[in-house]
C-alpha cells in the first residue's frame, strides 16, 4: 500500500477505543487521524479527557495525547471530511449504535465496527479474515439498501468466538472425531475456564463409568443412557435396548402433554434441543452414532407399540 488509510476511532476514550489506539500505533496501513466521543469528551485533548482512565498495560501512545477529541454527533460533518473509514468502539444503547454506523456509512463513510448492535443485520457481514473473508461479497446488497457507493458497515464477532473459531476453522478438513474431544469442549465452553471444566468433566463421566461397571458387578440393574450400552458392550451378560418413537408428530404431542410447554412449536424445539444433547454425548464419549441400530440388541418402536406392549416385550426378553 503507497499511501496509508486515514482513519478515525468513534468512542475512542474508552476502553475499547483505547486498545484501538494501541493497535493502530506507527501501523504499516492505516493512519489515525482523529479521534471522536460524546459531548462529555469533545473539545478536550485525549489525555485530558482520558486522564486517570487510561486501561492499557502500556503508555499511552505519543500521537494521541495532544489530538482533539471531536464530538460524534455535532462534527459529523468534519469528521467525514477527513477519514478514509472509522473503527466504532462506542458504548451506547444497541439502538443509538446502530443509527450512529447507519449515518456514517450513508455518508459515504465505511465502517468497521467493534459493537454487537448490527450483528444481526442480514446484509452486514460478521468478518474473521482467516475464516469467512468471502462474507464481504454481502456488501454490494447492503450498499443498495442503504444507497451507498462507498459507504457500508462490518462487524466483528464476539469475543468467545474470534478465539478459537480460526483453530477450529483451520481443521475443518478433517474428521470431527479426529480433531479431539478437547477443542469440542472449549467450543461448549466458551467464557469458562475451560481446561479446569475439561478435567471436572472427565471425572464425573470417568467416575460414573466406574460405578455402572460396580453396579453391574452386583447383580441385575438397569442403566438408562449415560453411554452405558458402550461402557457394559464387553459383558456377556447384558441387553442393550433402544426405545424410540419414528412418529415425530407423536413425539411432540406427548411432550407437550407432560413437559408444561404451551405451544405445539415450543414441544418440537424441546424435542429437537434434547435430541441434539444426547447425540452429541453420546457421540463425544464414544465416537458412536447415538441411534445407529448396529449399537443395541433391541430396538423398540413406541409408535407401533404402546409403552405397556413395549415393556411386556421388554421382559419377555429378558427372561429368555
Known sequence: MSEKLKVGILGGTGMVGQRFITLLENHPWFDVVLVAASGRSAGRLYEEAVEGRWKMQTPMPEFVKKMSVYDMDKDFDEIVSKVDFVFCAVNMPKNEIKALEERYAKAEVPVVSNNSANRWTPDVPMIL????????????????????????????????????????????????????????????????????NMVKINEIFYGMKETIKNLHAEGPAVFIGRCSTEILKSCEDV??????????????????????????????????????????????????????????????????????????????????
Not at 451507498?148 to 466483528?156: C, D, E, H, L
Not at 433402544?242 to 415425530?248: A, G, L, M, N, P
Not at 413437559?259 to 444433547?277: I, P
Request: with cysteine; charged share 35%; net charge positive.
Open 239 to 320: 441387553v442393550t435396548v433402544f426405545v424410540r418413537c419414528s412418529d415425530k408428530e407423536k413425539r411432540v404431542q406427548r411432550i407437550f402433554d407432560k413437559e408444561n410447554v404451551d405451544t405445539m412449536q415450543k414441544a418440537r424445539r424441546l424435542m429437537d434441543r434434547k435430541d441434539w444433547g444426547r447425540e452429541r454425548y453420546f457421540k463425544f464419549w464414544t465416537k458412536k452414532d447415538w441411534k445407529d441400530e448396529k449399537n443395541y440388541d433391541l430396538i423398540l418402536d413406541t409408535a407401533k407399540f404402546s409403552l405397556e406392549e413395549c415393556s411386556e416385550i421388554l421382559l419377555k426378553r429378558m427372561n429368555e
Open 129 to 196: 479474515p482467516e475464516v469467512n473473508p468471502e462474507h464481504t461479497k454481502v456488501i454490494e446488497a447492503q450498499k443498495k439498501r442503504l444507497g451507498t457507493t462507498r459507504g457500508f458497515i462490518a462487524v466483528k464477532p464476539n469475543c468467545s468466538i474470534q478465539s478459537y473459531a480460526p483453530a477450529l476453522a483451520a481443521l475443518k478438513e478433517f474428521d470431527e472425531n479426529k480433531v479431539g474431544s478437547f477443542l469440542y469442549n472449549i467450543a461448549m465452553m466458551a467464557g469458562y475456564n475451560q481446561y479446569e
